[in-house]
């Protein structure tokens, strides 16, 4: 079973991200140790915020401890998406547990009542996240926001056990293909 997890991983990992997206970067950088909703970039100069100062640790099931403070989810909804309704809460409560934040994405411009600010999806966004995958409520991906690997994380909605059982093997995939 954990074969046919790493194969798929390896077969989607990593994917990286083109500049055409720096923009929507800077925005997950000031996002760090706020709501995790996204924001608008800073006005005066676009760059990102400066990173949190110290690690943000990830305690692995093999008992590793993984510095993901430059990581972020990225969340792609529906707002009339049943699934993203019932998975929204969930994700947030993981990503509240293990320090990450989430920046979310629309593919029809609106939010929900657990992630009511989004950004809407545009042409660069799509080429960038769905390239090679289908394009469904929820995806969530996995960007380091300084090199901008892109790791896929799920599609559909799933428990909150089975979503940190994703990130645990998606980092530790990133960390053997040293990506993290």
Same mark, same amino acid.
């Given at each position: ?14 994917? @990286? ?10 925005? @997950? ?96 966004? @799509? ?45 530790? @995939? ?7």
């Amino acid at each position: 079973m954990l074969r046919k997890i790493l194969a798929v991983l390896l077969m989607l990992a990593p994917v @990286l991200v083109t500049a055409g997206t720096i923009d929507e970067i800077a925005r @997950l950088e000031q996002g760090k140790g706020a709501d995790p909703a996204p924001v608008s970039p800073p006005a005066a100069t676009g760059a990102p915020a400066e990173p949190a100062s110290g690690p943000v640790w990830l305690h692995l099931q093999d008992g590793r401890s993984l510095d993901i403070r430059h990581w972020q989810i990225v969340h792609f909804v529906r707002s009339d998406c049943p699934y993203c309704h019932r998975f929204n809460p969930v994700l947030r409560a993981v990503a509240a547990e293990t320090g990450l934040n989430v920046f979310v994405y629309s593919f029809d411009g609106a939010g929900d009542a657990v992630f009511p600010k989004v950004a809407p999806v545009n042409d660069s966004v @799509l080429k960038d996240f769905f390239a090679e995958l289908p394009r469904a409520t929820p995806t969530d991906f996995i960007v380091n926001t300084q090199t901008l690997v892109t790791i896929p994380l799920s599609q559909g909605e799933m428990s909150g056990d089975a979503l940190k059982q994703r990130l645990d093997e998606s980092f530790s @995939l990133a960390d053997r293909l040293g990506v993290l």
